[in-house]
Each structure stands twice: as structure tokens, then as C-alpha cells.
Antibody, heavy 121, light 107 residues
């Protein structure tokens, strides 16, 4: 069974940094393309970024509002996906979901339970 | 960026009804469209991918259709567990974008 468990959320001041992690199990993580999707309180879904498997190049793409501030990385030896967030803004407040991303059909097929990030002074 | 517009934003329906939700893309996306269901406090769950392919384990009362710019999610014979919010998502180009959501409520 695929399991994705996010951690690292919490309260951070504007301008601060936070690192989220996602522990993956139940599938061959090194082959998987992975993504982060966020949801502000009471709002809809927003894609944050996606990283390919290392065998497919390991490159990452980001949505414009986080480009240059957020960075996705992966540790295939530990089956973990990270989201490093810097220069945080109040509008980054959201539940952050770790997902697998189908590289053939381009959709988010498995989701974690999410971790809440609150950016507030 | 490709804008995804869902309608209606909410719909009231009864158990056993057929519900249709539409999603329009601001430019052609071929069949690169997925539909998700989200219940309060839970992560979304994929229902349909590539516009009309049913995700494994999803009941057959859910179906998707469409291509290019106009897509439809149909729920036949609405069940109590189907009351939720539904989102479409395009994967034709970056940034990946979602529709604003359609809340299916109990009439």
C-alpha cells in the first residue's frame, strides 16, 4: 500500500524558512515522479512543484509564486521528498500535500494527509 | 497559464440523482485532464485521468468525457458518500492548474 507521510509543518514568521519532509513507502520511490500541492484555508488546490526521478533527469518545475523561494529535493536512499521553503510570505499559509505524479498520464495519483504551514507574525 | 473554470461552483442534489460538473480550459489541453474528489479535512483522491480513464478502485458511477477545452464529470446515481468537493486539473503544460472546485451538497 502506498503511504506518504508529511512532517515539518508549523508556525513561522514572515521572511522565515521551513523544511517539509515526506516519507514514502509501498512503492519504488526512486522511480517515482513526485510533487507538492498546497491548499490555503478554505480555498482550492494549487500545484507547487514537481520533481522527476533521477533516472529521468531529476529536474524540478515550480509554480511562479514560489520560484526562487522554494526548492524540492529527494533522497532515494531514504525514500524521502523534501520541500525547502524560504522567504515565506503570509500567502504561503496552507496545508501542503506530498503526492506521487504519474509520469505517463500526468496526474496526482497518491496523496499524503498533508501538513499545515502557517506564516504569521 | 491555462485557466480552468468549473461550473457550477456548487450544486444541491439528492441521493440517486445524476450530477454533471463541467470544466473549461482557457486553451486546448487535448485529453490531459484529471478529476479529484475531496471531503472535508481529507486529502483529495483522483477519480478520472486523461479525461475519461477511471482510476482503479473508483466506482463506475463516476465517468469523465471531453477533449480540447470542454470536459464533464458525471456522477450517476449519487450516493451519500459522494457529497464532497470536486476539482479538475490540467496537465497539458506548466504550471499545472486546478479548477476552482464544485461542491456537491445534499438537497
Amino acid at each position: 500500500e502506498v503511504q506518504l507521510v508529511e512532517s515539518g509543518g508549523g508556525l513561522v514568521k514572515p521572511g522565515g524558512s521551513l523544511r517539509l519532509s515526506c516519507a514514502a513507502s509501498g512503492f519504488t520511490f526512486s522511480y517515482a515522479w513526485m510533487s507538492w500541492v498546497r491548499q490555503a484555508p478554505g480555498k482550492g488546490l494549487e500545484w507547487v512543484g514537481r520533481i522527476k526521478s533521477k533516472t529521468d533527469g531529476g529536474t524540478a518545475e515550480y509554480t511562479a509564486p514560489v520560484k526562487g523561494r522554494f526548492s524540492i529535493s529527494r533522497d532515494d536512499s531514504k525514500n524521502t521528498l523534501d520541500l525547502q521553503m524560504t522567504s515565506l510570505k503570509t500567502e504561503d499559509t496552507a496545508v501542503y500535500y506530498c503526492t506521487t505524479y504519474s509520469k505517463t498520464s500526468y496526474y496526482f495519483d497518491h496523496w499524503g494527509q498533508g501538513t499545515l504551514v502557517t506564516v504569521s507574525s | 497559464d491555462i485557466q480552468m473554470t468549473q461550473s457550477p461552483s456548487s450544486v444541491s442534489a439528492s441521493v440517486g440523482d445524476r450530477v454533471t460538473i463541467t470544466c473549461r480550459a482557457s486553451q486546448g489541453i487535448s485529453s490531459w485532464l484529471a478529476w479529484y474528489q475531496q471531503k472535508p479535512g481529507k486529502a483529495p483522491k483522483v477519480l478520472i485521468y486523461t479525461a475519461s480513464s477511471l482510476q482503479s478502485g473508483v466506482p463506475s458511477r463516476f465517468s469523465g468525457s471531453g477533449s480540447a477545452t470542454d470536459f464533464t464529470l458525471t456522477i450517476n446515481s449519487l450516493q451519500p458518500e459522494d457529497f464532497a468537493t470536486y476539482y479538475c486539473q490540467q496537465a497539458n503544460s506548466f504550471p499545472l492548474t486546478f479548477g476552482g472546485g464544485t461542491k456537491v451538497e445534499i438537497k
